[in-house]
C-alpha cells in the first residue's frame, strides 16, 4: 500500500537537543496525525492537524501541517531520554474516507 | 481509562490454528480498524468498519476476517495462521473522518 516518505528514518541526539522531522508526499492531505510508539505498545497520539498552514502545540512538541499540503512537520524541544521511540506521520487524503496513510517512521534515541 | 482496549497482549497459537484476536472500546466511536504491524514498520491497514459497513483492503489475504457484533466490541479472525502471520495487530477507533485512537495492540507469535 502506499506510504508516506518520513525523513530522517532514525537520529541519535544529545538530551536537552532540538529535533525536527517531517513527512512529505506528492499528493494533497486534509488531515495530519503524528504517533509516537513506544516498544511492544500501540502508537500514543501526540497531534492533530486539520488545515493547511496550522500550527499546534502539545508540550515541547510543535506540529505544522504545510501550505502546500503535501507535507508536515514535527519538532521537539529539549529532548529527553523518555522522548526515545518511533514517531509516524499518519495522513488523510480524503475526508469521508476515515482511511489514514502512515510514514515509514522517525526512529529517536536520545543520549542522556 | 483505557479507551482502547485489546485483549489478550499476547497470543501464541500454532501454525494452521484459527485465533481470534478482540477489542472493545468505551469511546462510542462509530469506526473501528485493524492494522497489522511488524517489526518497526509503519501499520498496515487490513481492514475498517464505519458502523456496521464492513471495507475490507484490496491487498487483505482472505486468511483475515473481522467481525463486529456492535459498536463496543471488534474481533479479528485469523482463520490459519502462517508464520508470516507472526507480527503486532493493532485495533484503532475514530469518530467519523476524525482522530483516529490505537489500542495497546496484541503481539501474535506463530509456533
Known amino acids: 500500500g502506499q506510504q508516506l516518505n518520513q525523513s530522517p528514518q532514525s537520529m541519535f541526539i544529545q538530551e536537552g537537543e532540538d529535533v525536527s522531522m517531517n513527512c512529505t508526499s506528492s499528493s494533497i492531505f486534509n488531515t495530519w496525525l503524528w504517533y509516537k510508539q513506544d516498544p511492544g505498545e500501540g502508537p500514543v497520539l501526540l497531534i492533530a492537524l486539520y488545515k493547511a498552514g496550522e500550527l499546534t502545540s502539545n508540550g515541547r512538541l510543535t506540529a505544522q501541517f504545510g501550505i502546500t499540503r503535501k507535507d508536515s512537520f514535527l519538532n521537539i524541544s529539549a529532548s529527553i531520554p523518555s522522548d526515545v521511540g518511533i514517531y509516524f506521520c499518519a495522513g488523510q487524503r480524503f475526508k469521508g474516507t476515515y482511511k489514514y496513510i502512515f510514514g515509514t517512521g522517525t526512529r529517536l534515541k536520545v543520549l542522556a | 481509562d483505557a479507551m482502547v482496549i485489546q485483549n489478550p497482549r499476547y497470543q501464541v497459537t500454532q501454525f494452521g490454528k484459527p485465533v481470534t484476536l478482540s477489542c472493545s472500546q468505551t469511546?462510542?466511536?462509530?469506526?473501528m480498524y485493524w492494522y497489522q504491524q511488524k517489526s518497526s514498520q509503519a501499520p498496515k491497514l487490513l481492514f475498517h468498519?464505519?458502523?456496521?459497513?464492513?471495507?475490507n483492503e484490496a491487498d487483505t489475504p482472505d486468511n483475515f476476517q473481522s467481525r463486529r457484533p456492535n459498536t463496543s466490541f471488534c474481533f479479528l479472525d485469523i482463520r490459519s495462521p502462517g508464520l508470516g502471520d507472526a507480527a503486532m495487530y493493532l485495533c484503532a477507533t475514530a469518530q467519523g473522518p476524525d482522530t483516529q485512537y490505537f489500542g495497546p495492540g496484541t503481539r501474535l507469535t506463530v509456533l
Open positions: 469511546l462510542n466511536h462509530n469506526v
Open positions: 468498519y464505519y458502523d456496521k459497513d464492513f471495507n
